[in-house]
Every structure is written in structure tokens, then in C-alpha cells.
């Protein structure tokens, strides 16, 4: 079965960090944009970040843009999310998804319906 597993979710006062990683089951990523989203308690999931096969191109929502970044090692099939500044309104369960074809970078940000495979989330919860 093909999937995606994510890990490093966890509980972390307000100001600290977390780094989620993304690693798949059945393929490799390195064909692969990948995006994280997030969704919190009583609100609509949201795409926060994606990063392009090759990692040259990036994209973040406004509200994580400068506290969160989006990496990706092909090597070792796994892409990250490095999570710093946490705050309160950071608390969700935080999912990863690869997309087959799109592109990111820029403007362009694929929509989650672009989304091929899906990860079961990993939950993070920021408060002290």
C-alpha cells in the first residue's frame, strides 16, 4: 500500500520547536512535490508549505513564512518540516502529501486536491 508516514508531532511550549518529518511506503519521493498541511480543531484543513522535487522551489502561507521551513533529502527519501516560534494558533494535526505532477515554487502552490498520496497525520500541540 502505498502512503506516506509522518512523525515528530508532539506537545511544545510556546516559542519552541519541532521538526515533522515525511517519509513514504511503497515509493520514493524524489518524483515527488510535497506539501504539509494542517488542520485545527473546528477549522478547514490548510495548506501551509510545499517544496518542488529538486527542492529549488518553495512556497509558505503567510502565517508560518520566517518560523517554519520546508525541506527535503532525496537520499534518504524524506522531506521535513522544520517548526520554530510555535505558537498556540500552531496547534493542529499536521499531514504531508506528495503530488506526481505539479509544481511549487513562487506563486505556485498546488491545491490539495492536486495530492496524490496522504500521510495520517502527526498531532502537534503548542501550550505551556
Known amino acids: 500500500q502505498l502512503q506516506l508516514v509522518e512523525a515528530g508531532g508532539g506537545l511544545v511550549q510556546p516559542g519552541g520547536s519541532l521538526r515533522l518529518s515525511c517519509a513514504p511506503s511503497g515509493f520514493t519521493l524524489r518524483s515527488y512535490t510535497i506539501g504539509w498541511f494542517r488542520q485545527a480543531p473546528g477549522k478547514e484543513r490548510e495548506g501551509i508549505s510545499c517544496i518542488s522535487t529538486t527542492g529549488d522551489g518553495t512556497h509558505y502561507k503567510d502565517s508560518v513564512k520566517g518560523r517554519f521551513t520546508i525541506s527535503r533529502d532525496n537520499a534518504k527519501n524524506t522531506a521535513y518540516l522544520q517548526m520554530n516560534s510555535l505558537k498556540p494558533e500552531d496547534t493542529a494535526i499536521y499531514y504531508c502529501?506528495?503530488?506526481?505532477?505539479?509544481?511549487?515554487?513562487?506563486?505556485?502552490?498546488?491545491?490539495?486536491?492536486?495530492?496524490?498520496?496522504w500521510g495520517q497525520g502527526t498531532k502537534v500541540t503548542v501550550s505551556s
Open positions: 502529501a506528495a503530488a506526481r505532477y505539479a509544481a511549487c515554487g513562487g506563486r505556485l502552490y498546488p491545491p490539495a486536491t492536486t495530492y496524490d498520496y
